[in-house]
């Protein structure tokens, strides 16, 4: 029995001794593998891809039974030389935009309105009139947005800047809304299209009379070019609005459902974070300075007293928003992000 104890105890012996180097290897075969699980996400993560595109350009709201949708043309910087105003609102740009380089930011923006019987879209954007590449993605916007340029019926014109109508024709003069007919002021078509006013402008205006001739030419051969001079009605439940001062025949155009209403203003505002506080502050593309100054003196304290929607081309993205008076001057107040639909 002895001889069996010593057998199973040196078997025993053995069996740990086994157990220990097979336990070691064990533990270095895992150290290894949790060592490999650590480095190899480490190294995964190191150096992301970068994703270099934006959401797509649009946002939709609902404004009583109508569905506006911002359609995002692009964004530049305004150039401070282009603002006219007191020594005093200047020397206070220039203080601000040392604290703020991204101050004077401006979008552009056009906007289609779904009445549930019609797609009309106010302004078109640049296209590549205007704004060296920085612009021109409107009807990439339309079309992220579920629509199409061939879908579009009418076009609504404040005015004939390059960067409001230039995204109605390309280059080559061709209609990228071929369908759409193009509604704007009689006194703006006049102004811009008369090749006698175009001749007498200054040098620095030539360009403007030059796209305006361009992009409007294929509308007006196609019988597509109309032209308004008081209130007529173009579309059910929207009234014109002038607004004198920037341009001839500047026109806003407020549309009304259910008790809600939404105005796009055109160029009332350029600088939102300078003419808000100041709307004694001119631009150099106002053609009739004081007129528009006095536009905004008239315009801005309506609109604050009142629950109106305002969309402005030139306002941060999407454009969309309502004013309040501030002190002297006034603050404006962006819609916010919502993805629901039901009436508050």
């Not at 005093?88 to 740009?93: E, F, K, L, S, T």
């Not at 101050?103 to 009445?115: H, I, Y």
């Amino acid at each position: 029995m002895k001889s069996i104890d010593k057998v199973v105890e040196l078997s025993a012996r053995a069996t740990r001794n086994v157990f220990k180097r097979n336990l070691t290897r064990f533990a270095v075969v895992l150290l290894a593998v949790l060592a490999s699980f650590v480095a190899v996400p480490s190294a995964a993560l190191a150096a992301p891809p970068q994703h270099h595109d934006q959401v797509p350009g649009f946002y939709r709201l609902k404004v009583g039974d109508l569905e506006v949708t911002a359609l995002y043309d692009g964004t530049a910087a305004f150039d401070p030389r282009w603002l006219n105003g007191t020594k005093a609102a200047m020397d206070g740009v220039a203080e601000a935009l040392q604290q703020d380089p991204h101050m004077l930011d401006v979008a552009d923006t056009g906007f289609l309105v779904n009445t549930g019987k019609q797609l009309i879209l106010v302004d078109a954007g640049t296209g590549t009139w205007w704004g060296g590449g920085l612009f021109g993605r409107l009807a990439a916007s339309l079309r992220s947005a579920g629509y199409t340029p061939e879908g579009i019926n009418i076009v609504l014109v404040t005015h004939l800047h390059s960067d409001h109508v230039g995204g109605l024709t390309t280059q080559d003069g061709t209609r990228v809304f071929p369908n759409a007919d193009v509604y704007l002021a009689k006194a703006e078509s006049d102004f811009w299209l008369s090749l006698e006013i175009a001749a007498k402008a200054p040098k620095d205006a030539q360009p403007f009379f030059q796209s305006a001739q361009a992009i409007a030419a294929p509308y007006i051969k196609a019988g597509k070019w109309h032209t308004f001079t008081g209130s007529e009605t173009i579309v059910d439940g929207m009234q014109l609005v002038p607004l004198l001062g920037h341009t001839p025949g500047h026109t806003g155009y407020e549309f009304s459902s259910k008790g809600h209403r939404i105005l796009f203003w055109g160029d009332t505002i350029h600088a939102q974070s300078v003419q808000l506080q100041h709307p004694e502050v001119t631009v150099v593309f106002d053609i009739e300075q004081t007129a528009a100054a006095a536009t905004r003196d008239q315009l801005l304290p309506q609109l604050a007293h009142e629950d109106v929607l305002i969309a402005g081309p030139h306002m941060s993205f999407p454009g969309v928003g309502r004013l309040h008076k501030e002190g002297n001057g006034y603050r404006w107040a962006p819609v916010v992000f919502t993805d629901r639909w039901d009436e508050k």
